[in-house]
């Protein structure tokens, strides 16, 4: 992830305790960090590589795990055919590998604490990770804000952490989950057969009981920049819009 403000904090080594994989392009990897330390939702750790010649390659993944204090991490990290790090992680790093790391980073993309006004989360792929962290956080602190997470994926296969999130739809009336799923057609009526766009974001704005106060949007680019455009066409406030953006 690259938006969001970086602070200084010290490179540690964790070892990856498991790896599951959540769809056929992300892997969750869990850390255990040898200084544990607290995050918020939102906000993202630095991952550096080194090679035996010495080479380095760094990037920037956000945390999923909530805001707890087990000292083990979870990162959800999605393959990407022109990355540089992400096929490292799916196929070569196992279980009982060190790999270096540091945060918590980053001081804009964050979940707006005691929040009473009604929170919009627009996500694609593995950019559902810092707002599944958010999600998780309003769980975790029993929270009733109002929230919808409207999310984008090829097809159902392609949802991340999808069972979590319909049991969480299913339990709590304040939760509105909405996906538009493009290559296939969705499983339940109140989803979307097509891309994001405006007209769609009104409608999920429509599922709230007031307009949002708090909007965040993550993924790739292209899709950050058509979102945003949507959610403004909606009506929302620009000034209310954060963003996060992906890359490999």
């Given at each position: 992830m690259t938006d969001g403000a970086v602070q200084a904090a010290p490179w540690q080594k964790a070892v990856i305790d498991r790896v599951a994989q959540q769809?056929?392009?992300?892997?969750?990897?869990?850390?255990?960090?040898r200084t544990p330390f607290t995050h918020v939702a939102g906000q993202h750790v630095d991952v550096r590589l080194t090679a035996p010649?010495?080479?380095?390659?760094?990037?920037?993944?956000s945390i999923a795990s909530p805001t707890n204090d087990t000292g083990v991490l979870?990162?959800?990290?999605?393959?990407?055919?022109?990355?540089?790090?992400?096929?490292f992680f799916h196929d070569v790093a196992a279980v009982g590998d060190e790999i270096e790391l540091r945060g918590p980073l980053g001081g804009h993309f964050l979940w707006p604490g005691?929040?009473?006004?009604?929170?919009?989360l627009i996500g694609a792929g593995s950019g559902l990770v810092p707002l599944m962290?958010?999600?998780?956080?309003?769980?975790?602190?029993?929270?009733?804000?109002?929230?919808?997470?409207?999310?984008?994926?090829?097809?159902?296969?392609d949802v991340l952490f999808s069972d979590e999130l319909q049991a969480i739809e299913l339990d709590d009336p304040a939760f509105v989950l909405t996906?538009?799923?493009?290559?296939?057609?969705?499983?339940?009526?109140?989803?979307?057969?097509?891309?994001?766009?405006s007209a769609?974001?009104?409608?999920?704005?429509?599922?709230?009981?007031?307009?949002?106060?708090?909007v965040f949007v993550c993924g790739s680019n292209g899709f950050v920049n058509i979102a945003t455009d949507g959610a403004l066409r909606a009506g929302l406030d620009a000034a209310a819009i954060k963003t996060e953006r992906y890359g490999g």
């Open positions: 769809t056929p392009a992300i892997k969750s990897f869990f850390f255990r960090l010649d010495g080479y380095t390659a760094m990037r920037s993944y979870e990162l959800a990290i999605e393959r990407l055919s022109d990355g540089e790090v992400s096929p005691q929040a009473a006004e009604p929170i919009l962290a958010m999600i998780r956080q309003r769980r975790e602190m029993a929270q009733t804000v109002p929230t919808a997470l409207l999310l984008s994926a090829r097809s159902a296969r996906l538009a799923i493009t290559r296939e057609a969705p499983r339940r009526a109140t989803d979307f057969a097509r891309r994001i766009d769609v974001v009104r409608e999920v704005i429509g599922r709230l009981p007031r307009t949002p106060a708090h």
